[in-house]
């Protein structure tokens, strides 16, 4: 952090609108290998909508992606995941039917010729649950619908770490996990940082976030009131952030200085 | 920079538990306790219906009546087949039956009217319900329109097609003897031992060196003993089902002797292993269950899942036209009532009742078969009881409606039980 290393990936003024709600205004973002990057705001201030425009789920509307300095156009998961930006979504997005192996390595089989190569993904999917320490999943073989909330959390992680990923991207991973999962899961959040991922933590926990984060990002409404080191903010900044926009000389500038952002889904 | 956790090898080298027999069966009943009954609906069915037509009519249990099985069930067998791809993906296909029929058609059209050969009609019967499948399915994924609206749509469409091809309803005879062939037809003795011999020789081979494999790379297989069982069982039931088929089963051989396995039941053997590998063994299988299970998180992962609807639907109305062949050589011709009817309904009945879900994500092409002989047996055995169609009709129905009962509450209890 002290060597303020360049950023990994770098979003430049952001902009995204559904029909005629614009969920995203102008957001800049950065995001630093070897550091946990926290990302908050409240309920619909648009921290999801942001990391589907990273991995290609949503097109953006304008603005300039940089990844390693370079600008450069994601128009399809497939785009980001050969970037090495991985997503672990707030819905987890696995398949119920198909097994933890399968789900691991889905759109991206290993195959030898045209058939799949079910004993190196299986040999594969267990050396990076066990790299990432995971005991909790029992059988490699079992259907993801037999998993409970942390096993199958640790799946989706699991699944985003497989793949050599620079980036990877945490929605809401400890929502609806008990506090022993959540543990577990910010200490996986830290270790990846550790070994030089850029990791973004996204959640609207200041427990979770201050325990890990190097860096927290804070969304209003749509647009980025800050992005400061954790070290020179503290919990009652941070909650001021998500809930006012602004703390003290941080954040968006005063109200009432001519445009009303009323749009953001706040409306009336 | 791009860091893959490494990993702890002492955590990968713990030995998988091994798994006793016991434990195997344990791990089974608790599957199905769990609400993932897979086929045992049907094969229980099966079992059921075949003990209680041989006790009312021991005619039923004749080598005669088991032949007859085979050619009465083999073209509804097809076509669900077909169907368990577009069930797989969460779709319906109601135009799978007239789209046999329009296939028939044009089959029956290029031989008997144009004089082509039977193997250019046969690839055009085929090749039309490749089209069809792909108008289908670009409509639904593409336009977008639901998949119930579209085949209904072409439900009806395609039954006028089939009174058009056919200048209103006049019935074309098919007498290509190889077309014929296909329905009617018996290998000889022989060959139906060496093709039981080498379909257990190739399965035990996959089987044992699948479990040598992984077992040699320390990953967890079933124990040897249910290989060998699984192995065992397919040879016994081959075995007795060739040699019931070889026995003569004509009443006066002085006339003709009829005896082997029917040429149709190698093409559906033939069809039902290569569906079964293109689902369980190759990226593309993998992808048509996964667009099942969560369309969303196959799109995540990159699957180009519109590409995938539409190849369900473009297998499902080829294999329909392979139905419509087999039943336009069974009849020895084509009428606007072929592919239609109850079709359809028997089709989609015998992919539900063998295990296949109407909610997408789950099946296999050998649901098609199980579910293609209890229908079969139901219709053979209660015409062999003289029930009126009326009748027939009535208990295929209750038979649709009860495997979807079944279906839709092993999936309650699965989701109950966390087993979803
Ligand atoms: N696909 C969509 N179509 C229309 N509005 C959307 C869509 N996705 C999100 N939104 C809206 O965008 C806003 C931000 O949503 P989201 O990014 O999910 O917020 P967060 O993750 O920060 O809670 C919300 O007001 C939400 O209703
Ligand atoms: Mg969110």
Redesign the interface.
């Known amino acids: 952090m002290s060597t303020s290393p360049s950023p990994l990936l770098e979003l430049s003024r952001i902009n995204k609108s559904f029909g005629p709600v614009q969920v995203l205004r102008d957001v800049d973002f950065t995001v630093t290998a070897g550091e946990v990057t926290a990302l908050v705001g409240d309920n619909g201030a648009g921290k999801s909508t942001l990391v589907k425009c990273v991995s290609g789920i949503y097109s953006i509307d304008s603005g300039i992606v940089f990844y390693d300095g370079e600008p450069i156009s994601i128009n399809g998961p497939r785009d980001a995941a050969d970037r090495g930006i991985e997503v672990v979504y707030q819905d987890l997005a696995l398949c119920d039917n198909l097994d933890v192996v399968q789900n691991m390595f889905l759109g991206r089989e290993r195959r030898t010729g045209l058939v799949l190569d079910e004993a190196t993904m299986e040999e594969l999917a267990a050396e990076t649950l066990a790299g990432l320490s995971v005991r909790t999943v029992k059988s490699l073989r079992q259907p993801v619908s037999s998993l409970s909330g942390g096993q199958r959390q640790t799946v989706a992680i699991a699944k985003a770490v497989l793949w050599n990923s620079n980036v990877v991207i945490l929605d809401e991973p400890t929502a609806a996990l008990g506090v022993a999962q959540t543990g577990q899961v910010l200490e996986l959040a830290r270790r990846m940082a550790d070994n030089g991922l850029a990791v973004v933590l996204i959640s609207h926990n200041m427990n979770d976030v201050f325990a890990v984060a190097d860096r927290v990002a804070a969304l209003y409404l749509g647009r980025m009131a800050a992005q400061v080191p954790i070290t020179e903010v503290t919990h009652a900044q941070v909650v001021e952030l998500i809930t006012a926009g602004r703390s003290g000389d941080l954040g968006l500038p005063a109200a009432g200085s001519g445009d009303d952002y009323g749009l953001n889904g706040a409306r009336g | 920079?791009?860091?893959?956790?490494?990993?702890?090898p002492a955590?990968?080298t713990v030995p998988p538990p091994a798994v006793s027999l016991g434990g195997h069966v344990r791990g089974y009943l608790a599957r199905v306790r769990?609400g993932d009954i897979g086929s045992l609906p049907a094969v229980l069915g099966l079992l059921v219906l075949c003990v209680v037509f041989s006790i009312v009519r021991p005619t039923f249990f004749s080598p005669g009546n088991f032949a007859n099985l085979f050619s009465q069930g083999a073209a509804v067998t097809l076509i669900a087949m077909g169907l368990v791809f577009v069930l797989l993906v969460g779709e319906i296909d109601l135009s799978a039956g007239f789209t046999s029929g329009v296939c028939a058609s044009v089959l029956a059209i290029l031989l008997a009217t144009y004089g082509f050969p039977w193997y250019i009609a046969v690839a055009a019967a085929v090749l039309a319900g490749t089209v069809i499948g792909a108008v289908l399915g670009f409509l639904v994924a593409k336009v977008g329109i639901p998949s119930f609206v579209v085949t209904l749509a072409a439900f009806l469409a395609f039954q006028g097609v089939v009174l058009l091809l056919l200048k209103e309803g006049t019935n074309i005879t098919v007498s290509d003897s190889v077309v014929v062939a296909i329905s009617n037809r018996n290998l000889p003795p022989v060959l139906g031992w060496v093709l039981a011999a080498v379909a257990v020789a190739a399965y035990a081979a996959v089987q044992l060196n699948r479990f040598r494999?992984?077992t040699g790379?320390g990953?967890?297989t079933d124990p040897l003993v249910v290989v060998l069982i699984r192995i065992g069982a397919l040879a016994v039931a081959l075995g007795a089902a060739v040699y019931v088929l070889n026995v003569e089963r004509s009443l006066n051989t002085l006339i003709a002797s009829l005896k082997g396995v029917p040429v149709i039941v190698p093409i559906i053997a033939g069809l039902l292993i290569l569906w079964t590998f293109v689902l369980d063994?190759?990226?593309y299988g993998?992808?048509l269950?996964?667009t099942?299970?969560?369309h969303?998180?196959?799109?995540?992962?990159?699957?180009n899942v519109d590409r995938i609807r539409i190849s369900a639907f473009v297998l499902c109305s080829t294999m329909a036209a392979v139905g419509g062949i087999v039943a336009a050589s069974r009849d020895h011709s084509v009428d606007p009532n072929t592919g239609g009817s109850n079709v359809l309904l028997y089709a989609v009945g015998a992919a539900v009742i063998g295990g296949t879900s109407l909610f997408g994500?789950?099946g296999r092409a050998r649901d098609a078969v199980l579910g293609g002989a209890v229908v079969a047996v139901i219709i053979n055995g209660m015409g062999l009881m003289g029930y009126s169609s009326g009748i027939k009709y009535v208990v295929t129905g209750c038979v649709l409606l009860l495997a979807a009962g079944v279906d839709a509450l092993s999936r309650r209890r699965?989701a109950a039980t966390?087993?979803?």
């Open positions: 920079m791009s860091t893959h956790i490494e990993a702890t955590v990968k769990g494999r992984r790379r990953l967890a063994k190759t990226p993998r992808h269950y996964a099942g299970g969560n969303e998180a196959a799109r995540r992962a990159g699957i994500g789950k699965a966390g087993n979803r």
